[in-house]
């Protein structure tokens, strides 16, 4: 791949820049002025009162949530090689798969039953 | 498809650890709580069934498999018993002892046998990508089991430190595999051995290899996390780890090392391993001796023992990079087998005494300062024969399984420094080595004596409730001992198959 | 061009490092890893490695720099709680070694380029479509079929070994 066919890409980030740009530009020129209150500083400018800092410290069940789905995103990272050349790869790599597969449904059979997608 | 099928076949002892590692992760979730004391039985009758596979495939030949990604050969199926060896023991060792800390799970089970399974594959890939997974494999099983006992905050900084410092190290590893796939453009560790002339790319990346693999041996100056994980980690996964992590990172050092940088290669690493095992020697068998604790000390003297193993490496080094002096290649066998064989006598020795720490000295913890040992001998009089019988073995002393391997490591670099004077070579680094150590090995009398002093001549220090071991931990107690006695008394027919075991790297 | 794409990335991505490793506040040091984390799959990209380059967005940029938040934020440190700094001595022996490192290696690099006569060996898919998904994929379904396989298995251990650290009812 060479850097021609990265020139689509690159008019692509270009735009998406230009964009947003843009946009921050246009709603402050013709926007209403802007006063500086201490509403504006709010989380929720017109909504509740906060209760306490967002800065607390977070359950463990988090971050046991996001390594579960760490875990099988990398499954899925090894299926779309897969997918781009299933048919050339025939019988043979349907039974690869179907191996990498079970094992992993396996682990989230274990890991169902074992209750760690419930919020105890 | 047919013959993927046939081409796992002989993969098939891995492929029944894994399948035991899922049943048991399976059967962990589906049982009820009170059968939980069956599972560790699923882990032993896996064991078994994997060690008939393994035997299956001994003494015949080198099998390649999968493309070049896996060899089995005599050398790989010789660590891959050792481990499995351990692995049976850890179970045995367990049955009791997890219950009444808390970890009687499937996952327990499960991750013991993850573990074995990669070390197993570790002890027989020919593949610098497959030797990689496997290592990882073995790594983050041997990490959470670390943190197994979770209520015990000694247990979960045992188990990040681990992490941490293992992470790290595998970071080396991994980019020493990239520099030598950019040297020579392949991943096959047979391969890279045809790579001609010097090439620093390659010498950077045996560099950065051999910080990860000193890293797993917990040779030193890589060594600062063995004192802590062995120390929190409860006593049945600290003798896995001691025993099987070693045994699987030397597999894959030595396999590495030996036929990917073969000959003449050598004069670039074995200086290296020289001042490893100097250090790894000096350091562990000095700082243990002001160790309170049991399992520190014996933390230290893993330490020092992989210095005495790091011995043969560098006499086989030595012995590669002088290969017109007649003789010198018929020495390399024995020199290797010396070292398998020091493993298994480790193996017994250090699974033993972590089996004797593994009773309960108060309530739940563990047997560890030398005030818990002090009047063993009356409380428990065949236990305590059987930990000195592990530590007078650990310390060298005759007619134990130890003293025999280091009577063969220390007996190799001797051997090399004769063929080298009788050859005109002047240099004395074998004999230095193989003196240096024979020193630190009498320091280390002293702490193993110690140990078996507070057990024989103090009186206990009070009445403390201990609990009664399981039949497992008697067992394993009894075969351990019985095994070092007769690997000291009838060295020769397992250093016969040890030297087997070495041929498949060095004739 | 192609050589200032690569200077340009080469320069923000190193520094993205340098700034990940010096930041005291943990979620400035998450920001300039997802710097780097993009910088490199930029990098993969004009290596011709496409599917790198996506998977590096997608799991490094995606997945691991998640973990990371959620593990900041289940610390949740507050600046009084990060300790005392690291005094000059280990400050300066790190980067001393960090740059021993750096000079060994480029000169690792340099010196084999010479010794091979400005060639490095021929990679086995030298083809224009090396690093696209079809090629790993004929890499991972022929050649490394069995760690392809391990990986699930080393995902099950790693899933295990999750779940029986940090739930709280087993």
Redesign the interface.
Known sequence: MGAEQLFPTLVLVGLVVATATALIVISSLFGPARRKSREKFDTYECGVQLLDSARRRFSVKFYLTALIFLLFDIEAVFLIPWAVIYRKLGVLGLFETFFFIAVLGIGLLYIYRRGALEWD | MEHLIAEMKPLSPVLIVFTGALAALLAGVFSKKENSYALPYIGITTVAFAFVALLNYWGRGMIWLLQGAIRIDSFGLYISAIILIACLITFLASIGYAKRLGFEHGEYISLLLFASGGMMLLAMSADLVTLFLSLEIMSISIYALAGMARHRQKCNEAALKYFILGAFSTAFLLFGIALIYGATASTKIHAIAQVQGLKPLLVAGLGMLIVGFGFKVGAAPFHVWVPDAYEGAPATVTGFMAVAVKAAGFAALLRVILIAFPGTWAEYWWPVFWAVALLTMFLGNIIAVFQKNVKRMLAYSGIAHTGYILIGLVSLGIAGSEPYIPGMKALMNPIAGGMLFYLLAYTFMTLGAFAVISLAARDEDDLETLDDFSGLSQRKPVVALAMAVFLISMAGVPPFGGFIAKFYVFKGAIDVQGMLLASGVKEYHALALAILGIITSMFSVYYYLRVVWFMYFREPLEDRPSVAPSWGLHFVIFASSVAIVVLGILPSGFFSVASRGAEALVR | ??DV?FVALAVVSTASALLLVTRRNPLYAALCMMVLFGTTALLF?KL?A??LAA?QV??YG???L??FL??I????L?PEELGSEKGLTFKLSAGILSAVLAI??I???K??RD??GGS?????AGS?AF????S???G???????????????????????????????
Do not use: C, Q, R
């Open positions: 061009m192609s794409m990209l011709s496409p599917f998977m997608l799991v995606g997945a691991v998640m973990l959620f593990t934020m289940l610390l949740n507050h060994f290696l000169y690792a690099v010196f084999s010794m091979t490095f060996p021929e990679l086995p224009a690093g696209s998904a079809e790993v994929g004929e991972i379904f022929d050649a490394f079929v069995l760690p392809f396989e391990l990986v699930s298995v080393l995902i099950v251990a790693a899933v295990a070994g999750a779940i029986v650290l940090t739930k709280k009812k087993l």
